[in-house]
Nanobody, 114 residues
Framework: QVQLVESGGGLVKAGGSLRLSCAVS????????MRWYRQAPGEPRDLVAV???????NYADSVKGRFTISRDNAKNTLYLQMDSLKPEDTAVYYC????????WGQGTQVTVSS
């Protein structure tokens, strides 16, 4: 089992920054990749960024150049640094881990005001 707990969401003005964290516990060795997703009201849950066990990263076109996914293996924590935030980035952000099974955190709300 893997447990994921997100934090760091909040209200920020357009152009501002936030850093989301995802604390990982449990059978961490089983994780192959970790991802951030987001879901706006009435919209499907969309992939934002992914980082593999080898450290490769990939981003949705809408966040390239603004968001950075990273991890601290010593702290068992996944991060999403979000810069130059836009109102359209407003959503609930979810941490996701993929291994033998797929695991989700509870989500953290990010609201960007214009």
């Amino acid at each position: 089992q893997v447990q994921l707990v997100e934090s760091g969401g909040g209200l920020v003005k357009a152009g501002g920054s936030l850093r989301l964290s995802c604390a990982v516990s449990g059978t961490i060795f089983s994780i192959n990749a970790m991802r951030w997703y987001r879901q706006a009201p009435g919209e499907p849950r969309d992939l934002v960024a992914v980082i593999t066990s080898g450290g490769s990263t990939n981003y949705a076109d809408s966040v390239k150049g603004r968001f950075t996914i990273s991890r601290d293996n010593a702290k068992n924590t996944l991060y999403l640094q979000m810069d130059s935030l836009k109102p359209e980035d407003t959503a609930v952000y979810y941490c996701n881990a993929v291994g033998r099974y797929e695991y989700w955190g509870q989500g953290t709300q990010v609201t960007v005001s214009s």
